[in-house]
């Protein structure tokens, strides 16, 4: 069975341009996570999908979103980046009910310059 | 306001003794709690879950003790391997059904050969 797939591993790109990252999760998997690590801050959760809908959001600022296909597919989105986006996204995906474990990506590592 | 924190940054155990990893929380609200490893250039990987209903989750070498009283968590792994040395994390989510996984900011744990 396929893991949880990251795409792509590594990104550079400059202040104020935007950027999608794309998560496809295992197979039968409805819910999709998203999460920012940086050093010192652990994983910083970003938004969850399932089915479609955003289920539940982290205390980012609106210039991160996202979206979910009905394959379960996941993108996450940056617009105008700032220095201080540059991190580790990981995505998660799951079941999506209640004490299930949310298995992860490599991440993509993004470096805003 | 970190709700789940684990204050131990680093930890050096040698190799075939027994690893504690520490976790605390302060949510009330949290009734799953879940240890993550991570190595360089990889996503997090889950270790092992208890539920709040439980004290101790056995896995292998790997076990969790919950003190809800205490709001307490602790993750040990007997014998320590080489193959152990990761940064481990604890994650806890709420009683509501909320996907969200909140982390601790983890612990490096080395195995001395």
């Known amino acids: 069975k396929a893991g949880v797939t990251q795409t792509p591993r590594y990104l550079i790109k400059t202040r104020g341009q935007q950027v999608t990252l794309s998560c496809s999760p295992i197979?039968?998997?409805?819910?999709v996570s998203w999460y920012q690590q940086t050093p010192g801050q652990g994983l910083q959760f970003l938004f969850e999908?399932?089915?479609?809908?955003?289920?539940n959001k982290g205390n980012f600022p609106g210039r991160f979103s996202g979206r979910q296909f009905s394959n379960s597919r996941s993108e996450m989105n940056v617009s105008t980046l700032e220095l201080g986006d540059s991190a580790l996204y990981l995505c998660?995906?799951?079941?999506?009910?209640?004490?299930?474990?949310?298995?992860f990506g490599a991440g993509t590592r993004l470096s805003v310059l | 306001d970190q709700q789940v924190k684990q204050n131990s940054p680093s930890l050096s155990v040698q190799e075939g003794r027994i690893s504690i990893l520490n976790c605390d929380y302060t949510?009330?609200?949290?009734?799953?709690f879940l240890w993550y490893k991570k190595y360089p250039a990889e996503g997090p990987t889950f270790l092992i879950s208890?539920?709040?209903?439980?004290d101790k989750n056995e896995d292998g070498r790997f076990t969790v003790f919950l003190n809800k009283s205490a709001k307490h968590l602790s993750l040990h792994i007997v014998p320590s391997q080489p193959g152990d040395s990761a940064v481990y994390f604890c994650?806890?989510?709420?009683?509501?059904?909320?996907?969200?996984?909140?982390f601790g900011t983890g612990t490096r744990l080395t195995i001395i050969p």
């Open positions: 998660a995906s799951s079941l999506g009910t209640r004490g299930n474990i949310q298995y």
């Open positions: 197979s039968g998997h409805r819910s």
């Open positions: 999908y399932f089915s479609e809908t955003q289920r």
């Open positions: 949510n009330s609200m949290f009734d799953y």
């Open positions: 208890i539920s709040s209903i439980k």
């Open positions: 994650a806890a989510s709420p009683l509501d059904g909320n996907e969200k996984l909140t």
